[in-house]
């Protein structure tokens, strides 16, 4: 089992997950404010985490943010809040879903319901308008440790994140959530994170409220500014501790690097957009500078989270071999981007800084595993890595006792 990667700083970097993150909770703040003042006089001023919601951004980014707001704050009132009527409207599946509240199904495409302060618990009491009967609500699981939500029913504000292969979005049916399934797998990988590289793991923490997981056939995992703080995995046939430590650290990646860059102005001294064929001659490759960065701070976790699993007490020899391939995958795209990023001289001081880091740490990372994945053969991969076809193009002789 290898140490895992410091060549990050991760003192530095930390201070602006926190910054970015306290900017973003002052920007939702100015939303609220300006959209429903009578709301944003019941939060808690000072609590950032109650302005990190992740349906606000969603709600921010709906065609009614003012009527949709009223059912994801309610939770986050002060203890001493006046009686709140609010109207709730369920998802596809008749499930009506408040933020750190629950779920419930309704009968009617509406409800009108009102919070009422909170009881012994601090949780708030949600009657029926029309009568006093207290609703209870099914509670989203969470991981062992409390840290991380399971989300169990998807929020209908969500939708519009989830992008078909026909080029349509829409919803994902309860029937496929998958987040129960897998939950012991899920917190493993996290428990590995957080051993094996606990600097990313407590900046992780600091940016992610939970995890939607889906079974959606070719359609990729994801994070999204517009619920910012949670992490979407779709999950293939096959999955396991290297599949999750892979998707974990990639997506959850991407929501510290959206912190760290909150402005992308404080990256990149031209435009973000800029599409990176501009420098590395490439026509097909149609991201732009800003996700092609995004890119490669994710390859670097991953590499580094996927070698510090190769010969871990806890992997079996086909998750030994699967850790071989994912890691060859990787580097083989951390390598490319890299170089990409590298032809683009107008960084700025923080971007210059962390390019370098990143590229110190591909040399380390690289250095460790050259021998391990020298021979791996990566015809026909597509776009995600697929064990399935690996095994055929390099174990399809192998059989695991």
């Not at 519009?160 to 493993?188: C, M, Q, W, Y």
């Not at 046939?237 to 510290?256: K, L, N, R, T, W």
């Not at 001081?349 to 990372?365: P, V």
Request: negative net charge; glycine residues 4%.
């Amino acid at each position: 089992m290898f140490s895992n990667d410091s060549t990050l700083n991760w003192e530095y970097w930390h201070s602006r997950v926190q910054e970015g993150q306290h900017d973003l909770s002052l920007l939702s703040r100015k939303i609220i404010y300006n959209i429903r003042p009578d709301i944003f006089e019941q939060l808690p001023f000072e609590d950032d985490a109650i302005f990190l919601e992740p349906l606000f951004f969603s709600a921010f980014a709906s065609p009614a943010p003012r009527e949709e707001i009223e059912s994801l704050a309610v939770r986050y009132f002060h203890n001493q809040h006046a009686p709140f009527k609010f109207t709730v409207k369920p998802n596809a599946d008749g499930m009506v879903v408040i933020p750190e509240i629950g779920s419930q199904y309704a009968a009617k495409n509406s409800l009108c319901l009102q919070s009422v302060g909170a009881d012994e618990k601090q949780q708030p009491t949600i009657t029926e308008s029309i009568d006093t009967d207290i609703l209870s609500f099914a509670t989203e699981p969470k991981t062992a440790d409390h840290k991380f939500s399971i989300y169990n029913d998807i929020h209908y504000l969500l939708y519009p994140l989830f992008k078909f292969v026909d080029g349509t979005v829409g919803s994902i049916s309860k029937k496929n959530l998958a987040g129960i399934k897998h939950l012991a797998l899920v917190e493993r990988s996290l428990k590995h994170i957080s051993i094996a590289y606990p600097d990313y793991y407590a900046a992780l923490t600091c940016v992610t409220r939970g995890f939607m997981i889906f079974r959606q056939p070719r359609m990729n995992s994801f994070s999204s500014e517009s619920a910012h703080g949670i992490s979407f995995l779709s999950v293939p046939d096959f999955v396991s501790i290297p599949y999750f430590v892979e998707d974990i650290a990639h997506q959850c990646g991407h929501i510290v690097f959206s912190s760290i860059f909150f402005r992308p102005e404080e990256l990149l001294a031209l435009p973000s957009e800029t599409p990176i064929s501009s420098y590395n001659q490439n026509p097909d490759d149609n991201r732009s500078l800003y996700v092609v960065f995004h890119a490669v701070f994710t390859e670097h976790l991953i590499a580094t989270c996927l070698l510090s699993l190769y010969g871990s007490p806890e992997c079996s020899d086909e998750e030994n071999d699967e850790i071989i391939g994912r890691l060859a995958f990787i580097m083989k795209k951390y390598h490319r981007d890299l170089d990409s990023l590298g032809k683009v001289p107008e960084r700025t001081e923080n971007g210059e800084m962390m390019y370098n880091e990143l590229e110190s740490s591909y040399r380390n990372l690289h250095s460790k595993c050259a021998r391990l994945i020298k021979n791996v053969n990566l015809t026909e991969q597509p776009y995600n890595f697929d064990f399935i076809q690996y095994k055929k193009a390099n174990l399809s002789s192998h059989i695991y006792v």
